[in-house]
């Protein structure tokens, strides 16, 4: 028996703690610090993640077999690193291997290095030469923030004058931090997420996933952290998946051993299926999020039971269920630019089937709204159609003022 702690409090923390809930192997569940919809499967700790001594002392005096980082925020803190000396496992990479994520160029530079296919792309940390670039390459075109924005530092510009906005906003105003940008040629074609479980050389792909970045229907809107996301993507062949690990999964993790920096933990490789075959997007050094509250609910086999084989060495068989799963996001009206919290949500009684919660609070036994991004609503059913059907029938039993969603999530599958 296991004794387990999770770090983070969003969506794909209460995903991770739902499926280690139900595994058999489970002795005791933590997460730090949590939100009100793990309470019921799990202790919650209100401490900070962020402050790996606290971490480590925890996982001392608590007896922790495996730890499992949820944000990425917490692998570019180095909590994998500070806990590398004791009797456990942490089920992330290290933070120089989770560079992987918290650094585009890093990302881009190695994947060059290894003809990894992805887009052309330049850095730039002086303003005057990005917009020299953009001039000179023209438009549509993608400019990303070098480092961790929160999945809101990408903008897709179709038009230079939105481009050239994008570059004042991340080296003339400093919004997300003090790294530079990262110019991308602009790539065509429908999206997928693919995640594996990676330790060393072993690779064990997990079902795709499409997310839904824009804001508004029909792909409008600013970009976000995500809208809502499913598993079970028709649009996309199982053999394009094939060549994706072969070309792009499988190699990063070997150009990251060549590199030094081995890994271990959840690989989100964002890519997109062009004509000339998959290409990299970007890479997350952890689970997605929503990814996580749409590919958990399909996994059948036993989570601990998987990660504890691949972290001693062995590859074993992962069953996952043949189902649909569609997830809608419930955010805050005004996401991702400023919006109100603390307003009452009502309705969770009525649903049938899982919710995640992604920025919800408990204030006066009332649970309200504490982030962008606030419920994630599932459906799932034997057809994308009736999953679809079933997840915004939820969404109509939740009742909030102050609560927005898209209304197409899975339109480019049900469309084809």
Known sequence: MVNVLILGSGGREHALADAIHRSNRLDRLFVMPGNPGMAAIATLIDDDPMNNDVVRSFVIEHHIELV?????????????????????????????????????????????????????????????????????????????????????GVVVATDKEEAIAALD?????????????????????????????????????????????????????????????YSGVPIIPDEVVDQAMTTIMEPIVKALADDGRPYVGFLYGGLMHTTDGPKVIEFNARFGDPEAEVILPRLKSDLIDVILAVTSGRVPEV?????????????????????????????????????????????????????????????????????????????????CDSLMYRRDIAHQSLKR
């Open 169 to 229: 906003k991340m080296l003339r105003e400093r919004t997300y931090g003090t790294d530079g940008v990262v110019i991308e040629e602009y790539l065509e074609g429908p999206e997928f997420s693919l995640m594996c479980f990676v330790v060393g050389d072993i690779l064990i792909p997990m079902p795709i996933a499409q997310d839904h970045k824009r804001l508004l229907d029909g792909d409008q809107g600013p970009n976000t952290g995500g809208m809502g996301i």
């Open 68 to 152: 499992i980082p949820g944000s990425e925020v917490y692998l570019r803190n180095g909590i994998a690193d500070a806990l590398q000396d004791l009797d456990l496992i942490v089920f992330g990479p290290t933070r120089q291997a989770a560079e992987i994520e918290s650094s585009k160029r890093y990302a881009k530079d190695l994947m060059r290095r290894h003809a990894i296919p992805t887009a052309q792309y330049a850095v730039f940390t002086d303003y005057d030469k990005a917009v020299a670039y953009v001039e000179q390459q023209g438009t549509p075109i993608v400019v990303k923030y070098d480092g961790l924005a929160g999945g809101k």
């Open 319 to 399: 069953r996952w269920s043949s189902s649909y799963t569609v997830g809608v996001v419930m955010a805050s009206n005004g996401y991702p630019g400023t919006y109100r919290k603390l307003v009452p949500i009502h309705g969770l009684d009525k649903i049938e089937g899982s919710v995640y919660h992604m920025g919800t609070t408990i204030q006066s036994g009332q649970l309200v709204t504490n982030g962008g991004r606030v419920l994630l609503v599932v459906g799932q059913a034997e057809t994308l159609a009736e999953a679809v059907h079933q997840a915004y029938a939820n969404v109509a039993s939740i009742k």
